[in-house]
């Protein structure tokens, strides 16, 4: 059985940072395309980071600057290092692993950009 378990969101001030994990059972995150999504009230959900299993990361332009995908094999997470937060990264936060036609999906993390 395939989880995908995110931590790490919360309520920050713009400006602030945080780092939010997603840590997998099931796969092996080396061999997957992981992804951070997010949605906001009334939107679609978009892709922010993307870490293939081999190749360059790539990113939203909205986050490119700011946002840092990685993942560490070892632990068999991926991470998202979120700096510079704005009150527009406020969403609930998405991971997700692909590979061919499986594709796999966490429950989500608030993220909460305010003064």
């Known amino acids: 059985q395939v989880q995908l378990v995110e931590s790490g969101g919360g309520l920050v001030q713009p400006g602030g940072s945080l780092r939010l994990s997603c840590a997998a059972s099931?796969?092996?995150?080396?061999?997957?395309?992981m992804g951070w999504y997010r949605q906001a009230p009334g939107k679609q959900r978009e892709l922010v980071a993307r870490?293939?299993?081999?190749?360059?990361?790539s990113y939203a332009d909205s986050v490119k600057g700011r946002f840092t995908i990685t993942r560490d094999n070892a632990e068999n997470t991926v991470y998202l290092q979120m700096n510079s937060l704005k009150p527009e990264d406020t969403a609930v936060y998405y991971c997700?692993?692909?590979?061919?036609?499986?594709?796999?999906w966490g429950q989500g993390t608030q993220v909460t950009v305010s003064s």
């Open positions: 099931g796969i092996i995150v080396s061999l997957y395309a």
């Open positions: 870490i293939p299993s081999g190749g360059s990361t």
């Open positions: 997700n692993a692909h590979v061919y036609s499986n594709n796999h």
